[in-house]
């Protein structure tokens, strides 16, 4: 409970977003209902309906080999099609929560303009990085491999290609079968989203985007995220002319120092002296003189046979 104290509008911000910050923890998303007005999706809609005209083909003539790692549903590198799409790179409804989760100076990695059309069959599941057992949480600071934005611009029910994800998942230890399967247990169906609303989710949790029987198209605006040192997507590298018609901070958004995307190593490490117990047993586990099973020596301190 809050204080009585803690009043005020900068309190009650404040205690807003502690609470995003909180949920994102522990849920590995965020929905922001009604992030976006009215007037903006009436806006963003007509850019789409000019988007959706491109020739992907003559957009990626200057890196045609691109294309195979694009999805063009119906374009990819959207930003590029048509540069206004580039506010999204730092849209104020998500910037905020990109610095506290990726830091200050956060990358681009790659961008869409999705639709889930009728007849949809569904996606497989997967997740974008592996998930972290402290949920990419270190030392109180969020150390996010990659965050994805969803900017909702149709509203979604049920049986609409809903978005679904397990929450909590982004920081799983064990893992679970989930090839051919519709449903996972815990997941969490999207299938209440309007025109406006916002999902910001850890790449690291379970997701994919479950059929369209329905007569309806789910539209997407879908912007992903990393960290300082994140490099872009391969096939989505933007455009002289986009980094032209940018603002300089969506320009040094967009500005990669790496040309292609790995994901950094951030499973906690062993201390040394476990290190060299576990190297230990398993070298006197091969032998077959000595017991496979290994526990630390009488009087040796801080050794766990669990990591």
Known sequence: MYRSSDSGPDAARRRSYDDLRFVFDIQGYLHLRGALISEEVAEYTR????AEKTDVHVLNADHPKGMKRQLNRPVSRVIDADPRFARFLDHPAVEPLLVEFLGPDYRH???????????YQGGPWHQGVRPHPTGHVV?????????????CM???G????????????????????????????????FDDVKAGDVILFNEGMLHTGRPNPSWKTRKTIIFNFGR??????????PSPRTLEAATPHQ??????PARVWAE????????????????????????????????????????????
């Open 47 to 50: 850019w789409m309906e000019e």
């Open 264 to 307: 950094p190593d951030l499973r906690p490490s062993r201390p040394k002296a476990k290190k060299l117990f576990y190297a230990f047993c398993s070298l006197f586990s091969r032998s077959k003189a000595v017991s496979t099973s290994c526990s630390p020596a009488p009087g040796v301190k801080g050794l766990e046979t669990t990591s």
């Open 158 to 189: 049920p049986g609409e290609g809903e978005f679904v994800a397990v929450p909590g998942s982004h920081r799983a230890q064990f893992k679970i079968a989930h090839r051919d399967r519709l449903d996972l247990p815990g997941q969490r169906v």
């Open 154 to 156: 149709t509203d979604v």
């Open 228 to 237: 300082s040192d994140a490099g872009v997507w391969p096939g989505y590298a």
């Open 251 to 256: 320009r040094e958004i967009l500005t990669n």
């Open 109 to 119: 990695i790659d961008n869409e303009l999705y639709y889930i059309y009728p007849g």
């Open 139 to 151: 030392d109180g600071r969020f150390l996010c491999p990659m965050v994805k934005v969803f900017y």
